[in-house]
C-alpha cells in the first residue's frame, strides 16, 4: 500500500481553559494573604482598578433555607436594572461552570461594562454604630450581612519599637564580658555559629580556631566564657552540654545528675531500673531529679528573636444567633475590596486616541471587570461551601469532636452542585472560627469507620477522640493495651481492629503501653 498525502476532517469536543478561567480557578486556592498580594499585583497593574473603601451596606441574596446555599443573583442596595443583573448572572453562571470541570461551557463573559459596574459593597466590611464590623454573613435565610472583624489593639511604641533577636543580645553581652580584641574576634565568629535555638556546632566551633589561626584551647576557653551569658544553656554543642550548663548555674551538677544526663537516651527509652544504678539513688530521688531536668530550657535561643508566628486569621466565622440557628459569616477583613474607576475611564474615552490606546483600554476594562467578579464568586463560592460544612456537621458544632460525621468532598459538591475538584480548592488553607476553636476547613472531611451494631459510620477523628479519651482517663495500675482499647471500643459500637487502634495512637504520638506505664510510674 502505497503512501500518500490526504486530507481528513475530523470533529471532536475538548474543554478549552482560557486564561481568564484560569484566573478564576486560581484564586479560589489562594489563602488570604496569597489573595491580597495577588490583587495588589493587578491594581499596580491595570490602571482602572484601585482599591476600595468599606462601605456601609450588606449584600443580599434571594431565596434560601436554613443551611442551603446562597444564590447566584445578588441585590444591591438601591436595586438594578434587569439588564445589570442579567448581565451578572449570566458572569456568574458562566464562573460555575469554569470551576466544574464537568461542564462544557467556555465561560466567555459579556465585556460590557456598563453591565458590570462594580458595587464595592460585595467585599467590603460594614461598620456600624454598634460597633461591629468586618464580616459578610449568611443565616440560612438568604441574606449576606455584616459581621465582627478584627481591631489593631497594638499601642504605637509596640508598632515602631523592634525585638533584640539572639545575635544581637550576645553580642552587647560579649562587649562587656570580653576585654581582648583576639578574643573578641574569637567570641564574634562563635556569635555567628549559634542557631535560632542556642547551639552551635562542634565541627564549625574547630573550624573557627583554623581560620583565624588560634589555638584550640584559646577558642574552648572562649566558648566556656561565652556559655556563662544570658539565657542559660546557650553555646552549647548538645543537648547535654546545654543542660549541664544550666545545672551548673543552679548549683545542682553534682555526680548523680551529671550521670543522668549523660544518660539521657536511657531517660527517653523511660530505664529507670539502669539510671537508679547508674546514678547510685533510689526510686524518689530519681524521680525528683528528672523533675528538676523538665524545669530546664532545651532550647534556650527560642526566647530571644527567633522567627515571628504568623497567626492563624480565619477565612469565615461560625457562630449561634438568638433563634438558635448557626450563622456562617465570610471575615471581609480577608478580602481584598477592590472596584472600576468609572470617572477614569470616562476621562480616558473623552480624550480618544490611536487604536492601540483604544485597544490596551478596553484589555483593561475587560480585565477589570472580571477580577471583580471572580473576587465576588471567590466569596460566595467560599461561603456556599462554609454553609454545607456546618449543615452536615451540626452535630459537631452542637456537641463537639464526638458527633463528628464521615463527610467527603463529593458529598459537598453534590450538595451545592458544583465538582469536587471545586470544593478542594475551596477548602484548601481555609480556616474557621467557632466556638470550638479554629479549624482548617479540610478537618470536617474524614474518613468512616464501621459501627460495630450496624448503625451510621463513625468518623475517624472522633474515634481519635474517644481513644484519647479512654487513655487519658485510664488508671495508672491499669494501663489499657491496644488490645483493651479494641474490646471497650466495640463496647461502645466502634468496630476497629487493632492495628487501626495502634495507628491512631501513633498518629497522636501516644506512647504505648508499656512505655505509657513506665511514665505514670515516674511521675508518681
Request: hydrophobic share 40%; proline share 3%.
Amino acid at each position: 500500500m502505497a503512501l500518500t498525502p490526504r486530507l481528513d476532517l475530523r470533529q471532536s469536543q475538548q474543554l478549552v481553559m482560557t486564561p481568564q478561567l484560569q484566573q478564576a480557578i486560581k484564586l479560589l486556592q489562594l489563602t488570604n494573604l496569597e489573595l491580597a498580594d495577588y490583587v495588589s499585583t493587578e491594581v499596580e497593574r491595570n490602571p482602572l482598578l484601585e482599591m476600595g473603601e468599606p462601605s456601609d451596606g450588606p449584600i443580599q441574596a434571594d431565596g434560601g433555607e436554613q443551611g442551603g446555599s446562597v444564590t447566584d443573583e445578588y441585590i444591591r442596595d438601591g436595586g438594578e436594572s434587569g439588564d445589570s443583573r442579567d448581565g451578572l448572572v449570566a458572569a456568574d453562571k458562566s464562573m460555575d461552570s469554569a470551576l466544574d470541570t464537568s461542564s462544557s461551557s467556555d465561560g466567555a463573559l459579556d465585556a460590557n461594562f456598563e453591565t458590570n459596574i462594580y458595587n464595592n459593597d460585595a467585599v467590603s466590611d460594614r461598620v456600624s454604630s454598634e460597633g461591629s464590623s468586618g464580616a459578610l454573613s449568611y443565616d440560612g435565610s438568604g441574606a449576606v450581612k455584616g459581621g465582627g472583624g478584627f481591631s489593631d489593639d497594638r499601642s504605637l511604641d509596640q508598632t515602631l519599637e523592634g525585638e533584640e533577636n539572639l545575635h544581637d543580645f550576645l553580642m552587647r553581652q560579649m562587649a562587656v564580658l570580653l576585654s581582648s580584641s583576639a578574643d573578641r574576634l574569637i567570641a564574634t565568629h562563635l556569635i555567628d555559629l549559634v542557631d535560632e535555638a542556642g547551639y552551635v556546632d562542634a565541627t564549625e566551633v574547630k573550624d573557627v580556631g583554623e581560620r583565624l589561626g588560634a589555638s584550640e584551647l584559646d577558642v574552648e576557653r572562649v566558648l566556656h566564657l561565652l556559655q556563662g551569658l544570658e539565657p542559660s544553656g546557650v553555646f552549647a554543642r548538645s543537648l547535654a552540654e546545654c543542660l549541664a550548663v544550666q545545672l551548673m548555674e543552679l548549683d545542682r551538677y553534682d555526680p548523680a545528675m551529671q550521670a543522668l544526663v549523660e544518660n539521657l537516651d536511657l531517660l527517653a527509652k523511660r530505664d529507670m531500673a539502669a539510671l537508679k544504678r547508674l546514678c547510685g539513688v533510689d526510686q524518689n530521688d530519681l524521680a525528683d531529679m528528672v523533675k528538676e531536668i523538665r524545669l530546664l530550657n532545651p532550647k534556650p535561643g527560642l526566647a530571644y528573636g527567633g522567627v515571628a508566628v504568623q497567626p492563624v486569621v480565619p477565612d469565615i466565622f461560625v457562630q449561634k444567633s438568638r433563634a438558635g440557628t448557626w450563622v456562617v459569616e465570610l471575615n471581609t477583613d480577608t478580602l481584598p475590596k477592590v472596584l472600576v474607576n468609572q470617572q477614569y475611564l470616562i476621562e480616558l474615552n473623552e480624550i480618544g486616541g490611536n487604536k492601540e490606546a483604544k485597544a490596551f483600554v478596553s484589555e483593561c476594562v475587560s480585565n477589570a471587570n472580571w477580577l471583580v467578579k471572580a473576587l465576588d464568586q471567590r466569596a460566595r463560592t467560599i461561603l456556599k461551601v462554609a454553609t454545607a460544612l456546618v449543615k452536615k456537621q451540626s452535630m459537631f458544632f452542637e456537641h463537639g469532636v464526638r458527633f463528628l460525621k464521615p463527610l467527603t468532598l463529593k458529598d459537598i459538591a453534590d450538595e451545592i452542585d458544583m465538582h469536587e475538584s471545586t470544593v478542594s480548592r475551596v477548602t484548601n488553607n481555609k480556616f474557621m472560627s467557632c466556638p470550638r476553636g479554629m479549624f482548617e476547613l479540610k478537618y470536617f472531611f474524614t474518613s468512616a469507620i464501621s459501627a460495630g451494631d450496624g448503625g451510621d459510620a463513625h468518623s475517624s477523628e472522633s474515634v481519635k477522640f474517644r481513644l484519647k479519651e479512654l487513655i487519658d482517663n485510664e488508671d495508672p495500675k491499669k494501663i489499657l493495651s491496644d488490645d483493651k482499647l479494641v474490646i471497650m471500643m466495640k463496647a461502645e459500637g466502634i468496630d476497629i481492629a487493632r492495628r487501626t487502634v495502634a495507628k491512631y495512637r501513633e498518629a497522636m504520638k501516644i506512647p504505648s503501653s508499656v512505655q505509657r506505664r513506665r511514665l505514670k510510674n515516674m511521675d508518681t
